[in-house]
């Protein structure tokens, strides 16, 4: 159980002379003094610490998904690492609530387009078009946009069975839709 240990604190360059100086430690012991590298922070902390399972089954990180840049599950989160993802989940907050408007057009009345950011892609099978433009909303806020151009929905239809007969064909189907957009960033027009 030491050799283990004594790699792990030499990988992170731990420097805890009775870890390396122990020939036999226990379990419990063990456990305490392992070490794991944050992957937001990227600073060793105790793996005891761990916070990843709180992050990866919480509901900030299904808002987050799929576009912002801590939407990805992580094994490795210290308590600085939860913090730092906590204000960026804050940040994602206010963005939401600065959204001004979408269009289908190239441009919105009374605005200008400061900066075009990134396409954003509706792949969720949704109901309808208005659902549509409310993950569109949804993504704009996860890349810090506060509107979007270009806005397109398309109407699928799947096929599930079909049956046949002499007289008639019956299809048995569903629709969805699904949808993309420009994300942008918009400042009030000066003419307006």
């Known amino acids: 159980m030491s050799s283990e240990l004594k790699d792990n604190h030499k990988q992170y360059l731990i420097n805890e002379p009775d870890v390396l100086q122990a020939d036999l430690i226990c379990s419990t012991c063990n456990n305490k003094r392992t070490y794991a590298m944050c992957e937001i922070t990227r600073k060793p902390f105790h793996l005891i610490k761990n916070l990843g399972d709180q992050w990866n089954h919480s509901k900030k990180l299904k808002k987050l998904s799929p576009y912002h840049k801590y939407s990805k599950m992580f094994h490795s989160l210290s308590p ?37 950011i990134r396409r954003i892609e509706v ?56 949808g993309h957009a420009d994300a942008v960033i918009l400042v009030p027009d000066k003419q307006s």
Request: hydrophobic fraction near 25%; charged fraction near 30%.
């Open 80 to 116: 600085e690492g939860l913090k730092i993802l906590n204000e960026s989940y804050s940040t994602y907050l206010s963005d939401f609530g600065k959204f001004i408007k979408g269009t289908k057009g190239e441009y919105i009345k009374g605005y200008q387009i400061k900066k075009s």
């Open 123 to 178: 792949t969720e099978k949704c109901n309808n078009p208005g659902e549509v433009e409310d993950y569109l909303r949804n993504y704009c806020a996860q890349v810090g946009a506060n509107g979007y151009i270009k806005f397109f929905w398309d109407k699928k239809i799947e096929y599930h069975e079909e049956e046949v007969s002499d007289h008639y064909t019956r299809r048995w189907t569903s629709t969805y839709f699904v």
